[in-house]
């Protein structure tokens, strides 16, 4: 076995995969440097971390098409992915599309089985049999790769959230559920889940889908003695959030309204347009507010597709608060960005430090990625700044 490891992404055509790949091999090749990485800094040095050069790209996706042809697409309708670094990556982009299996989209809604193409017919196996197959796609990826190590990463579509209950509590109660293929208690997200942890792989969720981690598939992880995390990618506003509440608590000013509105365009944007799948996604976004700040001001998250942004997006947030004598003042601030080249960076930290974590031995969640994340698996604590001192502290026990 050699030093490499294997990256396994759900949903590997779209923006967001698509952008994962393309940049780790333009950073690979030293075509660009690795900005937004955080775990480039000094203070991850001594954990000699996977590079981007020895990460080897598998994934399984619904959708037909081409890696190629994604980045392509990107290239030419957004420019985050430069035109003249693709003929520099062709052979990379080929390389990774020829090790991409047909995915799974069981009860995910309308919205995301409309991107199905008719080969990825998966949906037709009982759920034991489905997640064994997904499971057999991750151990031929290793045993092909020659590889000791596999991180898989949810990067599918929102799907409607996951209605919880004694089913999904217990990993015995949640193997009698598959068995008896009971579909409509289950989402595509914890497929994916299980068959990554049955397979021996790391799992993070970085998507808001919250069937990813029902406890049994916490139970799963600890029982195979492997790490996971989720859910939800922190990229934008959240980001801007979770950092500027902090400065409203610690100086007394007592924030009355929040509001905020986000337009989006791509896929993302298209699927989030549907209310069950935008259900998911507007939780996850307007939770830690009221963690942070210590009450519950008036808050709303506005969500709306724009098609011609493509792969930007626009947040815009009014902040209303009360300062001293009781005086009202407000707060806007406008965030404008490329979702994909925000959330890429964030993708690679993530499997760099989840790989780490395989490397150690660590089983279970892994809470010092909570700053990673809008809602972090078991962790109640929102404020960025403290989220990130929690991930010095393991950096610094790591390092010793």
């Known amino acids: 076995m050699g030093k490499r490891t294997g990256v396994w992404l759900v949903g590997a055509r779209g923006g967001l995969a698509t952008t994962v790949i393309a940049g780790t091999r333009v950073v690979a090749r030293g075509l660009a440097e690795p900005l937004g990485l955080a775990t480039a800094g000094p203070e991850f040095e001594?954990?000699?971390?996977?590079?981007?050069?020895?990460?080897?790209?598998?994934g399984h996706e619904i959708r037909s098409g081409s890696l190629p042809e994604a980045a392509a697409q990107i290239a030419r309708e957004n420019g985050s992915i430069r035109g003249e670094w693709l003929c520099a990556i062709a052979s990379d982009l080929e390389e990774a599309e020829r090790r991409i299996r047909p995915g799974q989209a069981v009860n995910s809604g309308s919205a995301i089985e409309q991107l199905a193409h008719s080969s990825s017919a998966l949906g037709e196996l009982g759920l034991t049999a489905l997640v064994q197959r997904l499971a057999a796609d991750l151990e031929q990826f290793r045993q092909a790769e020659g590889l000791e190590r596999v991180v898989v990463v949810n990067l599918a579509s929102t799907e409607p959230p996951l209605h919880t209950g004694e089913e999904h509590a217990t990993l015995r109660a949640?193997?009698?559920l598959l068995d008896e293929n009971r579909r409509a208690a289950v989402r595509a997200s914890l497929l994916y889940a299980c068959a990554a942890l049955q397979s021996g792989c790391a799992y993070v969720n970085f998507t808001p889908s919250n069937a990813a981690l029902v406890?049994?598939?916490g139970e799963l992880a600890r029982k195979q003695g492997l790490p996971f995390m989720g859910s939800d990618g922190k990229t934008g506003e959240t980001l801007v959030k979770t950092a500027l509440a902090p400065m409203f608590r610690?100086?007394?000013?007592?924030v009355l309204s929040w509001e905020g509105y986000n337009m989006l365009g791509d896929r993302d944007g298209q699927v989030l347009s549907q209310k069950e799948n935008l259900a998911a996604k507007v939780e996850s976004?307007?939770?830690a507010l009221a963690q942070i700040l210590g009450y519950r001001p008036h808050t709303r998250v506005g969500i709306d597709y724009v098609p011609s942004l493509n792969d930007l997006k626009t947040a815009w947030d009014f902040i209303h608060f009360e300062g001293f004598l009781g005086f009202r003042m407000s707060m806007q601030f406008t965030w404008q960005g490329c979702d994909s080249i925000l959330a890429a960076p964030l993708v690679l930290d993530l499997v760099r430090l989840a790989d780490l974590a395989l490397r150690r031995g660590e089983a279970g969640p892994l809470p010092h990625l909570a700053v990673f994340?809008?809602?972090?698996?078991?962790?109640?604590e929102h404020d960025l700044h403290r989220q990130w001192q929690s991930l010095m502290e393991y950096v610094a026990a790591c390092a010793r």
Do not use: C, N, Q, T
């Not at 610690?250 to 007592?254: D, F, G, I, S, V």
């Open 174 to 176: 949640l193997s009698r």
């Open 215 to 217: 406890p049994a598939v």
């Open 285 to 287: 976004k307007d939770r």
């Open 373 to 380: 994340f809008k809602s972090p698996y078991g962790v109640d």
């Open 46 to 58: 001594r954990l000699e971390l996977v590079s981007p050069a020895d990460m080897i790209f598998g």
């Open 250 to 254: 610690h100086r007394a000013l007592r």
